[in-house]
């Protein structure tokens, strides 16, 4: 039943949340069942330019249902160049690409899952360095902020602004 609905019913947006799922415990033939749809789902040729589009409306779609974050602050998660941006940009390139790169299923994270990107020759190697920084930056401050019970996410925007704009790139390159 949930490959016939992942195959047959599922929005693109269950779709992104499989690059990120995982079979984390119970009975290892259900996981191995698991693994395999999650991978024939993944490998599923697609029609890019309307991926890309279904992707790019879903995310404007947050972004005008998000306020409007005060001038010169950053939210490090929500913020054109943050990290949904990224986290979306890194689950296109899975959809886009696992058909031909099966490399890309592999539940590696997203700085690994840049890599990959790059060794498939799908992003330019800089690029994914600038974007595998951004996010572990970004990472880092959000974690730092949330220790210190600032739950908000959100900080100056001089302080990230070159991940910032490498996120951005890596937008503009999958999505303009």
């Given at each position: 039943?949930?490959?016939r609905y992942q195959e047959e019913q599922a929005w693109t947006w269950e779709?992104?949340?499989l690059t990120r799922a995982r079979f984390c415990v119970g009975d290892t033939q259900i996981g191995q069942a698991f693994e395999s749809i999650r991978n024939n789902i993944l490998q599923t040729p697609r029609d890019n330019?309307?991926?890309r589009q279904e992707v790019a409306t879903m995310r404007q779609k947050m972004r005008d249902n998000t306020p409007k974050t005060p001038d010169g602050l950053f939210d490090i998660k929500k913020d054109a160049g943050g990290l949904i941006d990224l986290e979306f940009a890194v689950q296109t390139l899975i959809l886009s690409h696992a058909a031909q790169h099966p490399t890309l299923c592999h539940n590696?994270?997203?700085?690994a899952l840049l890599g990959?990107?790059?060794q498939a020759g799908l992003i330019p190697d800089d690029l994914a360095i600038r974007t595998q920084n951004a996010?572990?930056?970004?990472?880092?401050?959000?974690h730092l902020?949330?220790?210190a019970g600032n739950t908000a996410g959100l900080i100056p925007i001089a302080q990230v602004q070159t991940h910032q704009e490498a996120i951005q790139a890596l937008w503009k390159m999958l999505f303009v």
């Open positions: 039943a949930f490959a779709h992104q949340a330019a309307h991926l590696a994270g997203n700085i990959y990107a790059a996010y572990r930056h970004l990472r880092h401050t959000l902020q949330q220790l």
